[in-house]
């Protein structure tokens, strides 16, 4: 069984920093591109960026590139998002989510992601 564990949200005040962490396990997780989602209320589930298994290769969306850093540690399983200059837009539930092994390029659909945590909520005051 995989599971996927995302901790680290909070309240923040505009231009401050978050930083994110997915536990992934029960799978090989340095295979596989890790993404992360987010959800606004009244929003669809939105791609915020992913890293690929082979060369830890990031990808952003347009919103958030720039601001936002994706990092792996293969060692212990973990993603990490890095949010900084934080903006009240931003506020959202974040999800991280396990994709396909052994593809190389970005993942944005929600679909090609199997697995996923159970969110954090992440505010932005103005």
């Known amino acids: 069984q995989v599971q996927v564990v995302e901790s680290g949200g909070g309240l923040v005040q505009t231009g401050g920093s978050l930083r994110l962490s997915c536990a992934a396990s029960?799978?090989?997780?340095?295979?596989?591109?890790m993404g992360w989602f987010r959800q606004a209320p009244g929003k669809e589930r939105e791609f915020v960026g992913c890293?690929?298994?082979?060369?830890?290769?990031?990808y952003y969306s347009d919103s958030v590139k720039g601001r936002f850093t994706i990092s792996r540690d293969n060692a212990k399983n973990t993603v990490y998002l890095q949010m900084n200059s934080l903006k009240p837009e931003d506020t959202a539930v974040y999800y991280c989510?396990?994709?396909?092994?052994?593809?190389?390029?970005?993942?944005?659909?929600?679909?090609?992601?199997?697995?996923w945590g159970q969110g954090t909520q992440v505010t932005v005051s103005s």
């Open positions: 890293i690929t298994w082979y060369a830890n290769n990031t």
């Open positions: 029960g799978r090989s997780f340095s295979a596989s591109t």
């Open positions: 989510a396990a994709g396909p092994q052994f593809r190389n390029g970005v993942i944005r659909a929600t679909q090609e992601y199997a697995y």
